[in-house]
T-cell receptor, first 112, second 116 residues
Framework: AQTVTQSQPEMSVQEAETVTLSCTYDTSESDYYLFWYKQPPSRQMILVIRQEAYKQQNATENRFSVNFQKAAKSFSLKISDSQLGDAAMYFCAYTEGNKLVFGAGTILRVKS | GAVVSQHPSRVICKSGTSVKIECRSLDFQATTMFWYRQFPKKSLMLMATSNEGSKATYEQGVEKDKFLINHASLTLSTLTVTSAHPEDSSFYIC????????????FGPGTRLTVL
């Protein structure tokens, strides 16, 4: 079965510090997309960042960047200069055909 | 762009009644819509995938007679929970994707269903 593993159920970071959320996945596909979604207490799913598997360059989006290691099937998310508004549940996902396969999520707490 | 709405945002119903949840793509044509169920502090569980004009494809273990999905137009999909019971209480999220959107799914704000 295709799976996504987020090994950190919860993480904490001090405001203005940097935190990295880990994600590994298992797919037999060669062409796919990877995503990080944020779900704040409102429960609205918000796209944080997207990576095309055929691109070697790591995606960045302002304070958010990824470390994509295709051979290792690893896709970690780095949040720099953490802000209180970053507190949320973060889900890693990849595309399987037109579906998304989600990890179990990591709860990120930001301390002031 | 790429906004998806859901209605209602929350609904309370009595056991045995049916509830309909609407999912609309407001500014794009959604060739495919997805319905998810989410329990507190858990991940999203895909229930079914629907393509406009065709029958929905349900994930294993999802009762298609209980969770009726209709995708009659490129901007609207509905999920009807029939003969709802307390165990159907959950948070239901829809998402939509279109041909020009790289398989990216855009999510609605969710509907909290409580069955008494």
């Amino acid at each position: 079965a295709q799976t996504v593993t987020q090994s950190q159920p919860e993480m904490s970071v001090q405001e203005a510090e940097t935190v990295t959320l880990s994600c590994t996945y298992d797919t037999s596909e060669s062409d796919y997309y990877l995503f990080w979604y944020k779900q704040p207490p409102s429960r609205q799913m918000i796209l944080v960042i997207r990576q095309e598997a055929y691109k070697q360059q790591n995606a960045t989006e302002n304070r958010f960047s990824v470390n994509f290691q295709k051979a290792a099937k690893s896709f970690s998310l780095k949040i720099s200069d953490s802000q209180l508004g970053d507190a949320a549940m973060y889900f890693c996902a990849y595309t399987e055909g037109n579906k998304l396969v989600f990890g179990a999520g990591t709860i990120l707490r930001v301390k002031s | 762009g790429a906004v998806v709405s859901q209605h209602p945002s929350r609904v309370i119903c009595k056991s045995g009644t049916s509830v309909k949840i609407e999912c609309r793509s407001l500014d794009f044509q959604a060739t495919t819509m997805f319905w998810y169920r989410q329990f507190p502090k858990k991940s999203l569980m895909l229930m079914a995938t629907s393509n406009e004009g065709s029958k929905a494809t349900y994930e294993q273990g999802v009762e298609k007679d209980k969770f009726l999905i209709n995708h009659a137009s490129l901007t609207l999909s509905t999920l009807t929970v029939t003969s709802a019971h307390p165990e159907d209480s959950s948070f239901y999220i829809c998402s939509a994707s279109g041909l020009a959107l790289y398989n990216e799914q855009f999510f609605g704000p969710g509907t909290r269903l409580t069955v008494l």
